[in-house]
Structures are given as C-alpha cells and as structure tokens.
C-alpha cells in the first residue's frame, strides 16, 4: 500500500515519551515509537519530529520565577528529549538529525530550514528541539510553525487521549468524542487541541492536525497510511 502522505510533521508530547511512568523517559515507549517511525522512513515518509519537554519541565512549573528563564529550562527538556528519540532511532539504522532553535553545535545541528528541507529529502528524520527558540511560545506552536516552513502535509498530533472531546474524558465519562472539527470549533469552544497560537496559525496556512492517542505507537503508521482514527481538525 501507499502511504496517504509523502511529508509529515509529527508533534511528540514529552509526556508521550515517559510512557505510564510520568516523568522521565520510558524505554519500551520511545522504542514503540522508533520502530514505528522506521517502518514509515522506510515506506519512503519524510518524517520531521518536533518534541515537547513537559516530562521534564513544564515553563508554567516555576511558579515564582522569571517566565522568560523557566521558558529557557523547557527548551532544554526537549533537547535531552530528542537526543533520546535520536540514540533509538540511530539504533535501528535510521539516519537521523536534531535541530535546535538555540545553537547548541556540539551535540547538534542549528535550525536551518533549507537544511532541515534537503535532509528529509535525502531520508533523514529530523527531529526539531528548543522549540522556537522564544520564550512564551509552545511546542505546539513550534509544531505549527516548523510544518509551515518545511511544507508538510499534515500534523500528526500524538496525545495520552485518543481524540478531542467536548470535555476531559479523564473526568467526564460521558465526553463526547469528535471525528471532525474546524478550526475555528476548536477556538470558539476552547477545545484543548492545541492552544490558540498554534491553531490560528494551522488554520491561516491550511495544515490539517490529525489528533489521535499513542497508546499503541502503530497508530503513527496508520494514520499517514490513512486510516481515519482520531480527530481531524482542518478546514
């Protein structure tokens, strides 16, 4: 079969990453997730990873701190994050690069969006971390942002929860799954997809977000085969 996509953007939560164990990194889940990701480099996907850090260290934790400064500590998180996602992609053979929007050259490459362009094109993944480099801005936003630059057909917006629901169905056992949204449901509602910045910004470029759960990491690979699992938010 045909992968439905050619380019994809894939936004890895940090909480994704350590798996039932809530902090840190999980090594059965980053290894799920590597191997799924290898299977689709090898059905000849251009796979570009933005990860987040708040397995680590969330900004909004330093309660009584400088918010540019706790900003600066999450970008560091996802860094340690994509070196890890790098070292398990390395170990099944995947030629891979990290990028950072802090310059940080002894252990990777500055964000270069020409270069990050001609490595998928080559094969390589390529994994984006500090986020934007900016404090006050997300990873989603970082998400948004990056897939506009390099083109990408679609954001593949891996989460604990298996969709967007009306309610936190944590909470809400009665939550009402959707299938499909818009973009201005998801502002208009303040439905927890991704925050207003990075929706606005999907929806002035027509990115669609597909947004499904990662409880079963083979989920990555049937979304961009096309399988409509998840969410869809588009136009």
């Not at 500090?130 to 998400?143: E, L």
């Not at 390099?150 to 939550?175: F, H, Q, R, T």
């Amino acid at each position: 079969m045909t992968p439905k996509y050619k380019r994809v953007l894939l936004k890895l939560s940090g909480e994704a990453l350590a798996g039932d164990k809530g902090f840190g990194i999980d090594p059965d889940t980053i290894n799920a997730i590597s191997k799924t990701i290898a299977q689709c480099v090898d059905m000849g996907v251009e796979m570009a990873i933005v990860v987040g850090g708040g397995n680590f260290w969330r900004g909004r934790s330093g309660k009584n701190m400088d918010r540019t400064r706790a900003d600066h500590m999450g970008m560091l998180a996802t860094v340690i994050n994509a070196l890890a996602l790098l070292d398990a992609l390395e170990q099944r053979k995947v030629p891979t690069r990290v990028q950072t929007a802090i310059e940080m050259r002894q252990i990777a490459e500055p964000y270069i969006r020409g270069r990050a362009v001609r490595h998928l094109e080559k094969g390589r993944v390529v994994i984006f971390g500090c986020g934007t480099g900016n404090p006050f801005f997300s990873t989603d936003t970082t998400a948004a942002l990056r897939a506009a630059e390099i083109d990408a057909e679609i954001i593949l917006l891996a989460k604990k929860v298996d969709g967007v629901y009306d309610s936190d169905p944590m909470v809400n056992p009665c939550a009402v799954k959707f299938d499909n949204l818009s973009y201005i449901d998801v502002l208009n509602r303040g439905l927890g997809v991704m925050d207003s910045t990075a929706t606005s910004l999907c929806m002035d470029n027509n990115i669609p977000i597909r947004v499904f759960g990662l409880d079963d990491a083979d989920n990555i690979r049937k979304v961009i085969m096309g399988e409509e699992i998840g969410t869809l938010v588009s136009n």
